[in-house]
């Protein structure tokens, strides 16, 4: 896998970062196993964007090659030391931002991005790049929480200046189910779940259209 340099600008959130582990653990044990099951079967090169502290890493099959992006330098940090701990020497973790990924056009099998969506500035400019590093036959595997339908999405709506503020630019009424078929993607699989009752995901692999 070759790779040029790219360096995002982003100061990052600090403070999220360094909350991140300890908020998300009461939902991680569940979380976790989805992640697994997500990452079950990959082989060959994969790319994964906005990988936060690494909560992937463990989850990864042996013998993957994985080029792990994440533009906030906080969280780079976390997921470098995460990175150490494991002790995996398949995994690597680089400064990126997903709209602008320092990589080969049709590079690598997969593509991962677990609730990074959300908060990307650019979806659609985020799945152009996607599209634009998988080889032809590859994957973009999924876990992203989406706007909910009716009451539930105009609620969504109604928090989400504040949700943004608190969650570091997360945005918790994406309708990114929408955004990947406008962006020229199949979705081969896909489950619905929720993240909390008030918070329904989507887990699943896309490929591009053919
Ligand atoms: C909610 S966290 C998810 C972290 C990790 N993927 C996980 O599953 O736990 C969202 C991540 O997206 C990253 N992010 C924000 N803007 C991004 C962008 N433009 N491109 C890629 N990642 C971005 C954030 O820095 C953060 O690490």
Redesign the pocket.
């Known amino acids: 896998m070759s790779m040029s340099t790219n360096m995002?600008t982003?100061r990052?959130?600090r403070w999220?970062?360094a909350t991140?582990d300890l908020m998300?653990k009461p939902g991680e044990k569940k979380?976790g196993r989805l992640?697994k099951r997500l990452l079950a079967g990959l082989q060959g090169d994969v790319v994964?964007?906005?990988?936060?502290?690494?909560?992937?890493f463990e989850h990864y099959p042996s013998g993957v090659r994985v080029v792990a992006?994440?533009?906030?330098p906080h969280?780079l940090k976390r997921a470098q030391a995460r990175l150490a701990a494991l002790g995996r020497t398949d995994i690597d973790v680089r400064l990126?931002?997903?709209?602008s990924l320092p990589f080969d056009d049709a590079s690598c099998d997969a593509v991962v991005?677990?609730?990074?969506l959300?908060?990307?500035?650019?979806v659609a400019q985020?799945l152009v790049e996607i599209r634009r590093v998988l080889r032809r036959g590859g994957e973009l595997r999924f876990?992203e929480h989406v706007r909910g339908e009716g009451a539930l999405g105009r609620g969504q709506d109604l928090v989400q200046p504040v949700w943004g503020w608190c969650?570091?630019?997360?945005h918790m009424n994406r309708r990114t189910e929408d955004a990947l078929r406008e962006a020229g993607f199949d979705i081969a699989e896909l489950e619905h779940k929720k993240m909390a009752p008030w918070m329904p995901a989507i887990v699943g692999t896309a490929r591009e259209r053919a």
Request: aromatic content about 6%; hydrophobic content about 40%; some cysteine.
């Open positions: 995002p982003e990052g959130h999220f970062a991140y998300t979380l992640r994964e964007i906005g990988a936060g502290t690494g909560a992937n992006f994440e533009p906030d969280m990126a931002a997903a709209e991005s677990t609730l990074v959300c908060t990307v500035h650019d985020t876990i969650a570091a630019g997360c």
